[in-house]
């Protein structure tokens, strides 16, 4: 039978970061929008009380998404467990909180380890272990789903973290819930859990994120044009850079999934979840130059049909126009992301990047073959 670990305390902190939300460096942040970020909130979430606390599962939860919404839950009053393969600390202290804070969820957080892809141990350890609600943050494929709804045929609420990448490309944007979707993509297991979901008889909600950023991002959205204004070097943009795509902040995302747990409203629904403004990769490069307190970056457009990267990726963006609306999460779940683009950015700059962590190291190879050829070119 499974068995539930309660991490201690003294579990690995997110060395080297500071405790303290009050010593950012590089962006000139207002001290009001400091002390409004050190313990944030989200506004409108449910009002947990002693009897509608709730035994939650997370699938995953040690990185990025799963870290800011699990200490939300905790907070909340709920008992939470993260389903893990262990091979991660199952909680580090995370930058700008505070000593009491992670220690008081260090003591709370409780950890099943397995592998959600070793189907036999997941059915037994959760019909042995009983939750009331799963936030499935890593599931990729609707096999890896099934045998959790086996496992708890009396589940209140499956929240699944999908993707707005399901999405059939249009000329007609922004993307609503009720588009057309691709079951060729890359994210067409995401969409085939979706429809798992909804086959079956649970209470579901799916979650569609576009694109995700700030602290602790494991995707190199954000940090890969950091490295380059660190640098002091030009950034390489495919074709003209007009073409519009859209940010949302980790922090907004784990608010988002709080609002519909036990949400009546969010009940079989699917919710797009980003930022409120829609934003072109030129202004991408400058709004994070603008947030680290960077000069404004010299920007190189190149047509990508020219070169051969090889394996490698050139830029960290699908080269179109990707936006979704968020409209249905303001209008029906009353949520509304907090952090505008520039300040989410410096967010992200100033408890991460800024403090000399980041998750990938530079590399400008595919930029100075860019840079050769535009010189070249150029003279």
């Known amino acids: 039978m499974a068995r539930l670990v309660v991490v201690q305390q003294n579990s690995s902190s997110f060395s080297p970061l ?13 001290t009001q929008i400091q002390l409004k970020r050190k313990s944030w909130q989200p506004k409108g979430a449910l009002h947990v009380s002693a009897s509608s606390t709730k035994k939650i599962l997370i699938m995953g939860g040690t990185r990025f998404i799963g870290v800011f919404l699990s200490r939300l839950l905790v907070k909340e009053g709920h008992q939470v467990t993260l389903f893990t393969r262990g091979k991660a600390p199952i909680t580090q202290q995370l930058p700008g909180e505070s000593e009491k804070d992670f220690t008081d969820f260090s003591s709370k957080i409780l950890h099943l380890k397995g592998d959600r892809k070793d189907f036999d141990f997941v059915r037994s350890s959760l019909s042995a ?81 576009v694109y995700i950023y700030g602290p602790l991002n494991y995707n190199p959205v954000e940090e890969w044009f950091f490295h380059r204004l660190k640098a002091g070097r030009p950034i390489p943009v495919p074709n003209s850079g ?10 907004d995302l784990a608010t988002a999934f709080i609002q519909v747990l036990g949400n009546e409203k969010a009940s079989k629904q699917v919710f797009n979840i980003s930022g409120e403004k829609y934003v072109t990769f030129d202004g991408l490069a400058k709004a994070c130059a603008k947030a680290a307190g960077f000069p404004e970056p010299e920007i190189i457009h190149y047509n990508p049909k020219e070169f051969d990267f090889g394996k490698k990726k050139a830029f960290p963006f699908r080269d179109q126009h990707f936006f979704a609306s968020i409209d249905k999460a ?20 100033n408890l991460d990047f800024g403090r000399g962590t980041f998750r990938k190291e530079a590399d400008f190879s595919t930029d100075d073959i860019i840079l050769g050829k535009s010189l070249v070119l150029q003279s």
């Open 242 to 251: 007009i073409q519009i795509t859209q940010l949302g902040h980790v922090k």
């Open 129 to 209: 272990e009983g939750f009331d609600v799963v936030y499935d943050i890593n599931g990729r494929e609707a096999a890896e789903v099934e045998p959790i709804l086996d496992a708890l045929p009396k589940l209140e609420q499956y929240i699944y973290c999908s993707s707005a990448g399901v999405y059939l490309k249009s000329d007609q944007l922004p993307h609503f819930e009720i588009d057309a979707v691709d079951p060729k993509s890359r994210h067409k297991g995401k969409l085939e859990t979706e429809s798992l979901l909804e086959s079956r008889d649970v209470n579901w909600t799916s979650i569609r994120p």
């Open 18 to 30: 500071a405790s303290s939300l009050s010593d950012f460096g590089g962006t000139k942040l207002q």
């Open 330 to 349: 303001k209008s029906v779940l009353g949520w509304k992301p907090e952090f505008g683009l520039v300040e989410g950015l410096a967010d992200s700059y």
